[in-house]
């Protein structure tokens, strides 16, 4: 209904005139923009910047005793380099799988594959990530922990800004 009405409009006022005495006499009502005034209506808050400062882990993967990598908070590209078994793949899961509860590589493989994140030689398995927040003098640590023997799914987690 909108397209023939702006057509309309666009030939003129004549134009306009004819068109709304031929559909009814009134122009569809737009919908209404919301009160600039009201919480729901301003602009979203602009989320704060996070940067990892640290990832430990142990039991996972590759990495039996825990292990920490250290890193330079900041923007811009970190690489993480090393030789084949140092634990860089197995940090980058532990990263991915600690922040959205899953990873994209495990999804593709068999339920025995994934039944293997645990490392064999330790029994505790845990992972933490530390990050420097915009506007916060402390860090922000999220973590994730698993009972000796339990599943993947079985882990508890929490964050806490410090």
């Known amino acids: 209904m909108y397209k023939p009405l702006i057509l309309a409009a666009l030939e003129g006022p004549d ?3 004819s068109f709304l005495d031929d559909v009814g006499g009134a122009a ?3 919908p209404k923009a919301k009160d600039p005034t ?3 209506a301003g602009p979203a808050p602009k989320p704060r910047t996070a940067h990892l400062r640290r990832l430990t882990a142990q039991g996972f993967r590759g990495i039996g ?3 920490t990598l250290d890193l330079t908070p900041g923007p811009g590209l970190t690489l993480v380099v090393g030789r084949n078994g140092s634990g860089k793949s197995s940090f980058a899961e532990g990263l991915e799988l600690l922040l959205t509860g899953d990873t994209y590589r495990w999804s593709q493989r068999s339920k025995v594959w994934r039944d293997g ?3 064999l030689h330790h029994p505790q398995a ?3 990530a530390e990050f420097a927040l915009e506007g916060e003098r402390g860090a922000c640590t999220l973590a994730r922990e698993w009972a000796d023997g339990a599943d993947l799914a079985a882990a508890s987690t929490w964050a806490q800004v410090h």
């Open 15 to 17: 134009e306009l005139a």
């Open 28 to 30: 569809p009502e737009a």
């Open 38 to 40: 009201t919480p729901e």
């Open 65 to 67: 005793p825990q292990a």
């Open 117 to 119: 994140w645990r490392n």
């Open 126 to 128: 845990a992972l933490a």
